[in-house]
T-cell receptor, first 113, second 113 residues
Framework: DGGITQSPKYLFRKEGQNVTLSCEQN?????MYWYRQDPGQGLRLIYY???????QKGDIAEGYSVSREKKESFPLTVTSAQKNPTAFYLC????????????FGPGTRLTVL | QQQVKQSPQSLIVQKGGISIINCAYENTAFDYFPWYQQFPGKGPALLIA?????SEKKEGRFTISFNKSAKQFSLHIMDSQPGDSATYFCAASNSGGYQKVTFGIGTKLQVIP
């Protein structure tokens, strides 16, 4: 089955620790995205990548880092510099080009203890 | 700066009624307006989308109305059902260059029997 997988579904971390969220897609999509979802704030773009080995900051990139070494993988690292990391994180992918639907993964809920 | 303003944030509708969610945008370069549906604990999924060359698009019980001069668009859910209870996001994107999608803050819809 084609789709996007995110792991883990729930993640707990202590303050001061870095944590990496996994995102894998087998849709052969060129573009991948990371969003953060907080109640009452919609979906905010953290990072995006249109091709392998290239990525750009979104609207709220501070405290986050990404890599895009393979077309199917786009991991997100939440660093200790992110002041309010507790949130629901969503990964998405799409075919590069106009008017293309973004396909979302099931999300990872990160809680900082 | 909220480029896509969505209202209301929450909506309660009786079964069989019409659910209406409104969005307004500021950037006249936006030329693609999708709506996403999200169930609790899941990632959003594309529901219906419209381009500004048409004023209305209907798919089953879901209709998008688009007013280009007012820079507004809305989602109408006819004969609302309890299974429609979800969070709905309007969004907008610009086909020129990178296809960044700007999301509204979301509307939590509850359809009561």
């Amino acid at each position: 089955d084609g789709g996007i997988t995110q792991s883990p579904k729930y993640l707990f971390r202590k303050e001061g620790q870095n944590v990496t969220l996994s995102c894998e897609q087998n849709l052969n999509h060129d573009a991948m995205y990371w969003y953060r979802q907080d109640p009452g704030q919609g979906l905010r773009l953290i990072y995006y990548s249109q091709i392998v080995n290239d990525f750009q900051k979104g609207d709220i990139a501070e405290g986050y880092s990404v890599s895009r070494e393979k077309k199917e993988s786009f991991p997100l690292t939440v660093t200790s510099a992110q002041k309010n990391p507790t949130a629901f994180y969503l990964c998405a992918s799409s075919i590069s080009g106009v008017y293309n639907e973004q396909f979302f993964g099931p999300g990872t809920r990160l809680t900082v203890l | 700066q909220q480029q896509v303003k969505q209202s209301p944030q929450s909506l309660i509708v009786q079964k069989g009624g019409i659910s209406i969610i409104n969005c307004a945008y500021e950037n006249t370069a936006f030329d693609y307006f999708p709506w996403y549906q999200q169930f609790p604990g899941k990632g959003p999924a594309l529901l219906i989308a419209i381009r500004p060359d048409v004023s209305e698009k209907k798919e089953g019980r879901f209709t998008i109305s688009f007013n280009k001069s007012a820079k507004q668009f809305s989602l109408h859910i006819m004969d609302s059902q309890p299974g429609d209870s979800a969070t709905y996001f309007c969004a907008a994107s610009n086909s020129g260059g990178y296809q960044k999608v700007t999301f509204g803050i979301g509307t939590k819809l509850q359809v009561i029997p």
